[in-house]
């Protein structure tokens, strides 16, 4: 299989988020996921979009890459915010901070997502910044399930 790539953004909107999982199923379709595998796909990013648009600085949008080969695919969502995308490292946070509502503190927050996320792929890694959550890397290795084996074409 040649290796592909496609990024897609749309508003950070949950109205919008079908289109973000219609995608990410047509890429697994493509990479010859089975019905389950596809699924868990669309879970995953239903979890990954929700979570980069709960944050304490709203996202204005939302960015998908996919990127697949013979061995994994591998979907990167990333928060584009008014502010800008935050980079500032996570040690400005504070790991404790929570509200009196009972609210989680954001590394909390984080700490649920990824586990969330690591019971869908194979691996997440979850970035995070000043304004919280900004980027969500996770890798799906065909390897884990031989249902996910992609099949013999190209393209």
Known sequence: MIPCAIELTIPAREDMLLI?????????VRCG????AVEDAR??????CYCLMHQCEPAASLRMTCRWDDTRLSIAFA????????????AELDPDRSDESGQ??????AALARSILETLVTSAK???GAFGVYSIQMEI???T???????????
């Open 104 to 109: 989680l503190g954001e590394s909390d927050q």
């Open 20 to 28: 973000a999982r219609m995608a990410l199923s047509g890429v697994c």
């Open 43 to 48: 879970i995953a990013a239903d979890e990954a």
């Open 126 to 128: 979850l970035s995070v």
């Open 79 to 90: 928060s584009v915010r008014e502010c800008g995308e935050s980079s500032v490292p996570s």
């Open 145 to 155: 399930n031989a249902a996910n084996a992609p099949p013999d074409r190209d393209g």
């Open 33 to 36: 996921f089975s019905l389950d």
């Open 141 to 143: 290795d065909y390897k």
